[in-house]
């Protein structure tokens, strides 16, 4: 199993000026899922050889566009042109089901092609089943300005991978987290720069050094995070924690 990072960047500039994409990453393992496919998860991931055609879920932890723009180009391949009804698509309640003025992340034409619709609730957990294989996901709360976000434990092919999605710290959050292989830290800002609904780097650190994954991978990087600085916060952090811990990359890919 691998995961492969399309695009790591997080924050407004990013978004539109692309130093970073914001096309999400892949978890390729018996399964293929795309994880917060924004902007970039189409043209950036088939610059890359991640093909929509082989995706079987696509899970969208919110309604911000730089995590759900391509998701309905992913649902697209995902049920092969929309010619074949198939895949897994795992929202955000405001993803599936929409908000009060009917305004939803992925439209209903989309839904309608897939095999099975999951709206993820903070605390739910679900197995998921396809010919080729299975996976199973415990939707975990998030603290973010978008109603319903939510971040995961995904447990495929004998590994657990976490992803925080976009959230600031909150209690709990720790205990959440325990038991990963792998952990993603959505870490928009350096420690020197804290911004409401999201992690610094060190907030990012106890959360990493307290739940203690085999491997920590930042990700979701703010324009100050890129500057220069992620190799060597993510090196601090390492030493710091005892817990290996990298700064994605546009393009990397993490062998599991
Ligand atoms: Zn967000």
Known sequence: MELFFIGTGGGRINLLRRLRSTGGFRI???LNIHVDPGPGALADGMRRHQDPLKLDAVIVTHHHIDHCNDAALMVEGMS??????????????????????????VDLYHQ????????????????????????????????HDSADAFGF???????????????????????????????IVNTLKPSEDPYEGHMTAAQARDLIGKAGPKLAIL??????????????????????????????????????
Do not use: W
């Open 112 to 143: 309608s092609l897939c095999d099975e619709v999951f709206t993820a609730n903070p605390g739910k957990k679900k197995d998921f089943e396809s010919k080729k294989g299975k996976f199973s996901l415990e939707c975990i709360k998030a603290v």
């Open 219 to 256: 990700n979701h990087l703010g324009m100050k995070m890129i500057m220069g600085k992620s190799k060597i916060i993510a090196k601090e952090m390492e030493d710091e924690t005892g817990v290996k811990t990298i700064a994605a990359t546009d393009g990397m890919r993490v062998q599991l």
């Open 153 to 183: 434990k995904l447990k495929m092919d004998g590994k657990t991978i976490g992803y925080t999605s976009d959230t600031e710290f909150y209690k709990g959050m720790i205990d959440n987290y325990i038991g990963c292989d792998v952990l």
């Open 28 to 30: 390729n393992g018996s």
């Open 80 to 105: 092969h042109f929309g010619l074949k009804k198939g895949g897994i698509l795992i929202g955000s309640k405001y993803v599936i089901e929409g908000n009060e003025k009917g305004d939803r992340g």
